[in-house]
């Protein structure tokens, strides 16, 4: 055992959203000279931890100990004084600059207090540079680097902020084979020098490549910290997916009709390849994979959103290729995006004014507005779908997460659409309004739509679901049926781990 | 409509009104010459180019936009439709050329913007110097004067005692209202200005109606070149400059927010009136032109502040 505090505790650290516990009571530590990595689903609550260690978050209760002292971290600043640094996915980069300016920006070296001393930055950086065993130049802008060169510079970055705890979010997402190597060899180097990295990833082979310890976590809940070492992939498989369905799935099967759409050999320039399945009448399709997995992807390029390289889409046994969103709905296709707040609403405009949106040609035929239907159809909106507002006048800016999605999808019943894309149709939405989203997809397919349903929550997609397809980078890699999907099986293939 | 939901949904517009109300109380106060009928008549006669050059800008600024190429606008389809006018060309057709030379600048700025991808402000800012300089190409930098009385009678003539500017401003403000609150047009500016990518996956040509927001801008410019050349017996390439400035001014004043998505013609037309209300009454409290300036340049600051204060208290 060792006797010196470990370099980093958090005990029982609690965090809620509204309408979310994104943390409850989780512990984590970090010893000097270890990599430390952390896993668990999408929305397990490792980043909501980690902007916590950064001081993007403030805890709601729980304390963090720093080798043996009590902190409270106040911002980002705070905790890069303390020595914690963190590369996220998104680099913290400005394209323009030279490395040097980047690797010092905010604690610029200077003459007489104001005048930049470029001679000393530019040392900084080179400093930095070499004892990553890296080749940039220093004077290169940041745009001109590849990304894992742009990655070096982050860490690069960190190193001269002398960090004695380093978080890695993903790193090797981007990053090619070689390119992976390398890193391992600095982050190896950077433990060997006695700083603490906790890593967070996906990739089975690498966790067990650099890791030395593991802690899952699962709903905002540890579930256990394991030594690499001596743990198999099957356990951790388990550790992340095992839990009781005790969430309400009041999915009522029906039987299935006719194709709705038929895709065959879906190929995108960016990130699909090769995507082939049909979804049917009263059926729900669950789509599954991790963060990044192209199922996004797949729900714009069905909308019409982005180009098709190559393939075929039949909406109604009849081929299409949609060249702008305009189509795909006129097809009869609907889209409740991802991000709700973003691509779903214009959030300053009334509930009334969204759903008239894509249905102008009914509130405004023959080009003038008809307010009797303008009303009707918000009417039908809210009282249909139970939205919670004081009138439809109200700007969807103020409405919770739960009432906006069934805003959004209250723009797409009144066009009378079939074939729906819910990309996370729950994230953010508390438990009863979940259920009554469930409901409303359950009518859809009694009423003969198809739902093609992109979700990152286990259970939602094992209990709604009447078929699971997987994707992993950008390909479908499995299908379950009800009998045979289960957690361990479906996030298998996810994660690539299946024999 | 009853009191409650006047004040819930126009609040903005009764909150300029008030001030508009207030400063002709002052001013009648002040001065015995303001509230007259033939002053106000002047005012509103005054007001009403810089107001109907307002109603394009305001909806550029709805859709997040702005146009700075307005006053040169202005200028090169006066120009234009004077030269045409001197030729005896019948004075509806020349003012259809003019119209057509305001609204296919506009158009232009609009598809430098869509399929240009063009920030609109350096768009217009570009269409700016262009227009200018193609005015002042145009006619050699020499301003062309002198038409029939039929043509001049656009500002100088009356309708139930209204000058003829007035009322143009009127019908032009009562159509544009109609389109952005009675078509779809109108609800796509908002919807653009509001977001523009969740209005696009709503199955609306973003590029096509935002083209014919710019066109729209530009044709307003023109309509108010026509009753500034009929009112003027002049066209002058050198006119309207400026005009950008005043037009974004009763904009912001009327309650359109620069972010997009908010913004009515109602209270634009009061924060114009404004403008010519407060440089009518300085003109006859004898302030001299440079404090004026300086005291305009305030008021839109302040009314704007207000604005901001009102709507993080709301929040």
Known sequence: ???????????????????????????????????????????????????????????????????????????????????????????????????????????????????????????????????????????????????????????????????????????????????????????????????????????????????????????????????????????????????????????????????????????????????????????????????????????????????????????????????????????????????????????????????????????????????????????????????????????????????????????????????????????????????EIYRLMNRLTREGAGILMISSEMPEVLGMSDRVLVMREGRLVGEFNRANATQEAVLGAALGTTP | MNWKNLILHHGRQLGTLAGLLLLCLALTIATPYFLTVSNLLTVLEQVSINAIVAVGMTVVIITAGIDLSVGSILAFAGVVMATVLQREVPVPLAIGIGLAVGLGCGLTNGLLITLGRLPPFIATLGMMSIARGGALLFTNGRPVSGFSDGFRALATSQFLFIPMPTVIMLVVYLACHFLLTRTRFGLYAYAMGGNEQATHLSGINVRRHKTLVYGLCGLTSAIAAVILTARLNSAQPIAGMMYELDAIAATVIGGASLMGGQGTLIGTLIGALLMGVLRNGLNLLEVSSFLQQVIIGTVIIVAVLVDMGLKAQKK
């Open chain 1, 1 to 435: 055992m060792m006797d010196a505090p470990p370099l980093l505790a958090m005990h029982r650290i609690g965090k809620s959203f509204p309408g979310v516990r994104a943390l409850d009571g989780v512990d984590f530590d970090l010893r000097a000279g270890e990599v430390h990595v952390l896993l668990g689903e999408n929305g397990a609550g490792k980043s909501t931890l980690m902007k916590i260690l950064s001081g993007a978050y403030r805890p709601d209760e729980g304390t963090i100990h720093l080798a043996g002292e009590p902190q409270r971290i106040a911002s980002p600043q705070h905790a890069q004084a303390l020595g914690i640094s963190t590369i996220y996915q998104e680099f913290n980069l400005v394209p323009h600059l030279p490395v040097s300016a980047n690797i010092s920006l905010g604690r610029e070296p200077r003459h007489a207090g104001f005048l930049l001393d470029r001679r000393a930055m530019r040392k900084k950086a080179e400093t930095a540079l070499r004892e990553l065993e890296v080749a940039i130049d220093p004077d290169s802008p940041i745009s001109a680097l590849g990304v894992a060169e742009q990655q070096m510079v982050e860490v690069a970055k960190a190193l001269s902020l002398d960090a004695r705890i380093l978080v890695m979010d993903e790193p090797t997402s981007a990053l090619t084979e070689t390119e992976i190597a390398n890193l391992f060899a600095i982050v190896r180097r950077l433990r060997d020098r006695g700083v603490g990295v906790v890593y967070i990833s996906h990739r089975m082979e690498e966790i067990f490549e650099i890791g030395d310890r593991v802690t899952v976590l699962r709903d905002g809940r540890h579930v256990a910290t394991r030594e690499l070492g001596t743990v198999t992939v099957r356990e951790l498989v388990r550790d992340m997916a095992d839990r009781e369905l005790t969430e309400h799935f009041p999915r009522e099967t029906v039987e299935p009709g006719a194709p709705l759409l038929e895709v065959r050999g879906l190929t995108t320039r960016t990130k699909l390849r090769d995507v082939s399945f049909a979804l049917r009448r009263g059926e729900i399709l669950g789509l599954a994979g991790l963060l990044g997995s192209g199922r996004t992807e797949l729900a714009r390029a069905l909308f019409g959103a982005d180009p098709l390289q190559d393939g075929e889409v039949r909406v109604h046994g009849r081929p299409c290729r949609f060249r702008s969103p305009r189509e795909a709905i006129q097809a009869g296709i609907a889209l409740l995006p991802e991000d709700r707040r973003q691509l779903g609403l214009v959030l300053p405009l009334s509930i009334k004014r969204n759903v008239s949106l894509p249905n102008t040609h009914r509130v405004y035929p023959r080009g003038l507005l008809r307010k009797t239907e303008e009303r009707r159809l918000a009417e039908e909106c809210v009282t249909g779908l139970r939205v919670k507002t004081p009138h439809i006048e109200q700007a969807t800016a103020n409405l919770s997460g739960g009432n906006q999605q069934k805003v959004v999808l209250g723009k797409w019943l009144a066009r009378q659409s079939d074939i729906f894309i819910f990309d996370e149709p729950t994230r953010g939405i508390d438990i009863g309004a979940k259920v």
